[in-house]
């Protein structure tokens, strides 16, 4: 049997000290520190080892844990003479916002306040010490969860200039998490407050500070220069397409495939990878999150581990609140296909919302989507962006997404199923009452465009055609806005045994009043559209039978469906 595998352990030495599972990343440190960086930003996918990795920095450089070579002893750093040397001999600043996850700016700068509040308690000692001139002890004394903006952004600096002079030596910064705030503040409106403030927070802690040896920042996404990164052109960025430490963060297949090994699983190693790999950081491959497979390890049993670990808030609102476009691409790529789009690394979270280029960037740096292949920017013409071939990264994350889609439709669950039976048992009335029970609690939640909720189904529709390809892909092909005939249809589902179900058409219309007197003309509008542009034209051509397909046309009046 191999060792214990302890899961949410995050400290370093707790798992050396208990000899938990753990596979060796202190190559990191060396890696890093050769560098000879200023400061670093890693962004990583959540789950993937960053704040483990930082508690290993800490305790290696850390005067705290001075003397505890042992922790490191038979680990790749150990065997570096110079490395063994400079262990426990820096000061340290280490600081997280991963908990940071408030509704509105004032308690978030608030708990912020708290943090560096707490981590000056931790320093009290040069309170008494010479090197601390009397308006250092009065700037001390003023840092309390409720200091004012000129204290809480200069907090950092003046406390790498404390320590600096207390042990003759500048400072190493870590800071795990950084963009958790900027993501919960884009999703709940106060993204332009925590702006102003991170950004000053920032300058005075990684730019303008001449106690300030070397720094790492942590995080999932690269949060744009222009948003809080304005004055630090000393910055190392290193996203999940960059060739530096990818080997760092998550799994190889090799130290997988020896794990699985050393737990006597060695004839799972198929179905793992099918699970769980799919991660591609630089030009490294077959990278597999460390969360689902030390959950693996431990219970032996296939499950959504690093699925389940959030709560997916903004992807979710950016797929729910998407255009047609994002939806129907989102379709091809839940269906299985892959989809190609422009990546844009420097997220900008306030343009976000209808930026598929921006949205497709977010999901590969939080590591739904994989790079399959991309263009070099040396073979596409001037004046365009390299495009790059995306899928879903694996199983798990499939069935995450198949999940949150029903969570969208949870509300009018009972009245969603009833619509799918009567849809496909052919039964209009029954159609009509479920589906305007449905759009009436369902239509606001997609629709977020300006006008009145109800004028533009799309968003709409599509979030109800994401919805079939969960419930119904197992019997039939689904696809929305394609060509076929002579235009493009709404929703087909294509039966997959045609002697068991009939095929569907279905064409959404909105209510014109100046060219339809009812919803029953514009009802019948739509199937007339479906019949004019001979949408049948390939299914016809692929072997089914026209009399095996059944056309609907759908009449909106603001939150009011009628079905035809």
Not at 8 to 13: E, Y
Not at 245 to 269: I, N, P, Q, R, W
Not at 448 to 464: D, I
Request: charged share 30%; with cysteine; hydrophobic share 35%.
């Amino acid at each position: 049997m191999g060792r214990n595998v302890a899961i949410g352990i995050q400290s370093f030495s707790e798992i050396i000290e208990k000899k938990y599972f753990y596979v060796d990343k202190t190559s990191f440190i060396k890696e890093w520190w050769d560098s000879g960086d200023s400061v670093t930003l890693i962004t990583r996918p959540r789950r993937f080892g960053k704040t483990l990795n930082m508690s290993m920095v800490e305790q290696f450089f850390s005067l705290d844990y001075a003397n505890r070579g042992d922790l490191f002893e038979g680990l790749s750093i150990w065997k570096e003479k110079e490395y063994r040397e400079i262990q426990g001999t820096y000061p340290v600043i280490s600081l997280s916002f991963a908990n940071i996850k408030e509704k509105n700016y004032e308690i978030t700068r608030k708990k912020i306040c708290q943090i560096l509040t707490d981590l000056y308690a931790d320093y009290t000692f040069l309170m008494k010490s010479d090197v601390m001139e009397a308006s250092d002890r009065e700037f001390f004394h003023r840092i309390s969860p409720d200091m004012g903006d000129v204290e809480a952004t200069l907090a950092l600096h003046n406390l790498s200039k404390y320590l600096s002079r207390y042990y003759g030596k500048k400072v190493i910064i870590l800071l795990d998490e950084y963009d958790t705030p900027m993501q919960e503040a884009y999703v709940d409106g106060y993204w332009d407050e925590l702006v102003v403030f991170t950004r000053s927070l920032f300058n005075s802690t990684f730019k303008t500070n001449p106690w300030l040896d070397r720094a790492i920042m942590t995080g999932i996404t690269r949060v744009s220069k222009e948003s809080i990164f304005l004055d630090l052109n000393n910055l190392e960025v290193v996203t999940t397409t960059s060739n530096k430490y990818a080997t760092s963060f998550g799994f190889t297949e090799e130290e997988v495939f020896d794990a699985l090994e050393e737990c006597e699983l060695s004839g799972e190693k198929k179905e793992v990878k099918r699970w769980y790999d799919g991660f591609i950081f630089g030009k490294q491959k077959d990278i597999y999150n460390p969360w689902s497979i030390l959950n693996f390890l431990d219970k032996k049993d296939y499950r959504m581990y690093w699925a389940n670990t959030s709560s997916n808030s903004l992807v979710g609102k950016l797929l729910r609140e998407g255009d047609r476009r994002i939806k129907e691409q989102f379709e091809i790529l839940l269906d299985g296909g892959v989809i190609e789009s422009p990546i844009d690394e420097q997220i900008v979270y306030n343009q976000l919302r209808g930026n598929e280029r921006a949205i497709w960037s977010l999901l590969l740096a939080s590591g739904y989507l994989k790079v399959l292949r991309f263009e070099s920017i040396i073979e596409v013409p001037d004046g365009t962006n390299p495009k790059y071939t995306l899928a879903l990264t694996n199983r798990e994350v499939r069935l995450m997404f198949q999940n949150m889609i029903r969570d969208w439709f949870m509300d009018v669950e009972g009245d969603y199923n009833d619509f799918i039976k009567a849809l496909l048992l052919g039964n209009k009335k029954v159609m009509n009452r479920y589906m305007n029970r449905i759009a009436l609690n369902v239509f606001s939640y997609f629709d977020t465009g300006k006008r009145p909720s109800g004028e533009e189904p799309e968003r709409f529709y599509h979030g109800f055609v994401l919805g079939l390809i969960v419930d119904l892909q197992s019997r039939y092909v689904i696809t929305s806005n394609r060509e076929s005939g002579f235009g493009r249809y709404d929703v087909v589902l294509a039966a997959k045994n045609p002697q068991k179900d009939d095929t569907i058409i279905m064409e959404f219309k909105v209510h014109d009043p100046d060219d339809e007197d009812t919803l029953e003309d514009t009802v019948a509008s739509a199937l007339a559209q479906i019949e004019e542009k001979q949408y049948e034209v390939d299914l016809v051509a692929r072997g089914i039978p026209a009399e095996r397909i059944r056309k609907y046309g759908f009449a909106f009046e603001g939150k009011k469906v009628l079905i035809g």
